[in-house]
């Protein structure tokens, strides 16, 4: 099956190499777009997906033409300083207690009716 | 000032911080290919997404090298979208998801004819996964079956 990959690690990306890629260069946690404008998410994922068509290469990356902004110390600032990544705990980390309390009653009717998950089928009680 | 380059700025920063060096995954032979046989606007897409994203009533993943996968219908409503995950800052996609999971985007470009269809399901998983050997050996080949299940005719991966 084709495959293209969005990226916003370029140097990662060619490492990995894979067969398609586009490559947009935002700070990570924006892969697709910028939040809020879905206009401009718009233009990008039609500038990413016009590249299942236009590469041709295996291992081509297509460079998208978008800017995060006009000053660009974010570039200097990634993983420039402290580790910040949070404690990784092997328990399931809801966003919000809502959420856990839905997911242990065993979800909603749109949620719980297909394996879900590679290692259950949605008892919480068996994950793990 | 060109793209930030990752790989040199983490492995400074490991080595800062009294870490072994991370070992990245790399693939110096051409990558398979596929050829794309059918226009854009003809095909069933598939989104693959690794940015820790599940739906209100699924279990969050957890974050010490999670490998299990989470199917989101096509319908969802994004408002029931949620992030969960170690490694990146969240604040943007739990406002917006679609910058990590760009599923309204991808709606909208079905209803103006740039793609044909989604597939039935979008794929999910936390991809903070250090072992690359668990992710090619555990994770990878169920999403591919799921995949290839559902029909589609191309496969978007969108990484954080």
Same mark, same amino acid.
């Given at each position: 099956m084709p495959t293209l990959c969005m990226t916003s690690a370029l140097d990662i990306t060619r490492s990995v190499n894979p067969p398609r890629a586009a490559f947009l260069d935002y700070p990570l946690g924006h892969t697709?777009?910028?939040?809020?404008?879905?206009?401009?998410?718009?233009?990008?994922m039609r500038a990413a997906l016009e590249a299942f068509e236009s590469l041709t290469a295996p291992g081509s990356v297509k460079l998208l033409p978008f800017v995060w902004s006009a000053d660009e110390t974010w570039k200097l600032q990634a993983f420039s300083?402290?580790?910040?990544?949070?404690?990784?705990l092997d328990t399931p980390q809801y966003q919000s207690e809502q959420d856990r309390i839905l997911a242990e009653k065993g979800g909603t009717r749109e949620t719980n009716h297909c394996p879900s998950c590679a290692q259950w089928h949605g008892d919480p009680a068996r994950a793990r | 000032m060109g793209p930030v380059q990752y790989i040199p700025r983490i492995r400074q920063q490991y080595s800062r911080l009294g870490y072994k060096p991370y070992e990245w995954v790399s693939n110096p032979q051409p990558p398979p290919w596929q050829p794309v046989r059918k226009p854009l606007a003809h095909?069933?897409?598939a989104l693959i997404a690794s940015g820790g994203i599940y739906v209100a009533g699924q279990v969050a993943f957890h974050h010490k090298d999670d490998t299990s996968f989470r199917a989101i219908p096509n319908t969802v409503r994004t408002a029931d979208l949620r992030v969960t995950h170690f490694a990146y800052d969240k604040t943007d996609a739990r406002s917006d998801p679609n910058v990590v999971f760009p599923i309204d985007t991808l709606r909208a470009l079905v209803g103006e004819g740039f793609v044909g269809e989604l597939a039935d399901h979008a794929y999910t998983f936390m991809g903070?996964?250090?072992?690359? #050997?668990?992710?090619?050996?555990? $994770?990878?080949? #169920?999403?591919?079956?799921?995949? $290839?299940?559902? #029909?589609?005719?191309l496969a978007l991966l969108v990484p954080v």
């Open positions: 697709t777009g910028k939040p809020h404008q879905p206009q401009l998410q718009r233009q990008i300083g402290q580790d910040e990544r949070t404690k990784r | 095909s069933r897409l903070g996964i250090y072992s690359a #050997r668990r992710v090619r050996d555990e $994770l990878a080949p #169920r999403i591919t079956q799921r995949v $290839l299940e559902e #029909r589609a005719d």
